[in-house]
């Protein structure tokens, strides 16, 4: 089994920052992609940034410029760095993992609110 462990999310005030790791563990071979997605409250889980295991990494256009995405390799570990915050990316953000022979794997989330 995979397990992800989420850590660093939390209250801050725009314009702050905010440093999310996430760390895999279990039964990995290797893992090709690891990202960061988010869910705000009625609305759809969306991509936030993912990084491949070749170091490509993608970022939605809300986020480009504030966010930066880096991994661990080692460490089976994925960072965010939020730079910049505003109210409205608050939502959950939950890591993931996608592994070359039994596809995705989600942590449970971490919570990210930023006050105006």
């Known amino acids: 089994q995979v397990q992800l462990v989420e850590s660093g999310g939390g209250l801050v005030q725009a314009g702050g920052s905010l440093r999310l790791s996430c760390a895999a563990s279990?039964?990995?071979?290797?893992?090709?992609?690891m990202g960061w997605y988010r869910q705000a409250p009625g609305k759809q889980r969306e991509l936030v940034a993912d990084?491949?295991?070749?170091?490509?990494?993608r970022y939605s256009g809300s986020v480009k410029g504030r966010f930066s995405i880096s991994r661990d390799t080692a460490k089976n570990t994925v960072y965010l760095q939020i730079n910049s915050l505003k109210p409205e990316d608050t939502a959950v953000y939950y890591c993931?993992?996608?592994?070359?022979?039994?596809?995705?794997?989600w942590g449970q989330g971490t919570q990210v609110t930023v006050s105006s």
């Open positions: 993931k993992i996608v592994t070359p022979f039994d596809g995705d794997h």
């Open positions: 279990g039964s990995i071979t290797s893992i090709n992609v």
């Open positions: 990084i491949t295991n070749g170091g490509t990494t």
